[in-house]
């Protein structure tokens, strides 16, 4: 079955350390990939998106995330966070079947002073 | 450019009511989707419109419905609710297949 798996539910940092969050997903072909962020009681903001092309892919927000067909990942990081990067993330993914936009179960950033 | 908006931003509903939930997408934007968003249940498609059509459906009961207007905007209705459709109702657009979606900021809708 087509899924989307965020392993990591919650994850605490330092602000200024680095993060990395983790997205795997079960699809027959690669499908179009994404990372949107959520602050509380928001709608979901764009971060960065993989169609096709360079596997390593800038965002906004010091975001960037790197394809790897080989490992079925796609993983969002952050070379130095800041206590604004605080919120929840989800990864993201449109099938080439059914152009259905399917996420993750997202992960919880705590940044930590 | 205005972006994706909602209305209304809050919604309080009586179990057995129905509710009705408005979306306009960005300009240009024919493709209209709707997630619905409940506690520790993360973001679950419900319907997917576009140029007026209903192209994708996800796993809820029938009283969950929709349409698209002319003008691509959309609504979404839910017939006999229940106190577990309390949730934020988020609407997303975007300009055609296999684009980025562009998220608004919601309707918290709780039934009581």
């Given at each position: 079955a087509q899924s989307v798996t965020q392993p990591d539910i919650h994850i605490t940092v330092s602000e200024g350390a680095s993060l990395e969050l983790r997205c795997n997903y079960s699809y027959g072909a690669t499908p179009y990939l994404f990372w949107y962020v959520q602050s509380p009681g928001q709608g979901l903001q764009l971060l960065l998106k993989y169609f096709?092309?360079?596997t390593l892919v800038q965002g906004i927000k010091g975001f960037e995330a790197e394809f790897k067909r080989s490992q079925s990942s796609f993983n969002l990081r952050k070379p130095s966070v800041h206590w604004s990067d605080a919120a929840e993330y989800f990864c993201a993914v449109v099938s080439s079947n059914d152009y259905k936009l399917s996420f993750g179960a997202g992960t919880t950033v705590t940044v930590r002073a | 450019e205005a972006g994706v908006t909602q209305s209304p931003t809050h919604l309080i509903k009586t179990r057995g009511q129905q509710a009705t939930l408005r979306c306009s997408p960005i300009s240009g934007h024919t493709s209209v989707y709707w997630y619905q968003q409940a506690l520790g249940l993360g973001l679950q498609f419900l319907l997917w419109y576009d140029e007026g059509e209903e192209r994708n459906r996800g796993?809820?009961?029938?009283?969950f419905s929709g349409r698209q207007f002319p003008n691509y905007s959309s609504e979404l209705n839910v017939n006999a609710?229940?106190?577990?459709?309390?949730a934020l109702y988020l609407c997303a657009s975007s300009l055609e297949l296999n684009t980025e979606a562009f998220f608004g900021q919601g309707t918290r809708l709780t039934v009581v």
């Open positions: 096709s092309g360079d | 796993n809820f009961p029938p009283r609710l229940e106190l577990e459709d309390s």
